[in-house]
């Protein structure tokens, strides 16, 4: 964190080349954020430089001692939620639909991945982003509950119950599957 708070001063002080490190540092959780929410490698780029170039000008925002990380993945968040907003709001077209999505990671895969696996990856395709990214944030990046809810903006309650109520719909979903 001391590093970050050094990083971060020093681009605040006009070294601007020394944003690079955290881009280096954070830019394949950030990516990996945007292909869950979008499903498309394009916009997933498109989508995670506008995350750093919006936080490289937002930067002056941020609280030295506080988690980077968190901030930014927060910043992002809001980022693939205006994608979602403008993406409902035009006709859909082929390259809009999860389901197809989900067959082409599933295709590229190990297939040594059992039935069972490929039915959760299908299952959290189908729930929305806020309970997705709850899920993600808890299982697969292994972040405590205070972690979730500062890059959730939720109090640790919310961050709790965002996760709990997202393993009950994806356990609803599990359950209507054949």
């Known amino acids: 964190m001391r590093d970050e708070t050094r990083i971060i001063s020093a681009v605040l002080d006009g070294e601007v080349d020394a944003f690079e490190l955290l881009i280096a540092k954070y830019e394949k959780p950030i990516f990996n954020l945007m292909y869950r929410t979008t499903g498309s490698l394009d916009d997933a780029v498109e989508l995670t430089q506008e995350a750093f170039l919006k936080a490289y000008e937002k930067l002056d925002q941020f609280q030295l ?46 297939p040594r991945l059992t039935e069972e696996v490929q039915s959760v990856i299908k299952a959290l395709e189908r729930l929305p982003i806020d309970y997705r990214e709850a899920l993600v944030l808890r299982f697969r990046e292994e972040r405590s509950m205070q972690e979730i809810g500062e890059m959730l903006n939720l109090s640790v309650s919310g961050a709790k119950m965002r996760v709990h109520r997202g393993l009950e719909k994806l356990r609803d979903i599990l359950g209507d599957e054949p």
């Open 65 to 110: 001692g506080r988690n980077f990380f968190s901030w930014l993945y927060a910043l992002a968040i809001n980022i693939g939620r205006d994608y979602q907003r403008h993406k409902r709001r035009r006709p859909p077209s082929i390259h809009d639909n999860p389901g197809l999505i989900v067959e082409n990671l599933l295709a590229q895969q190990d």
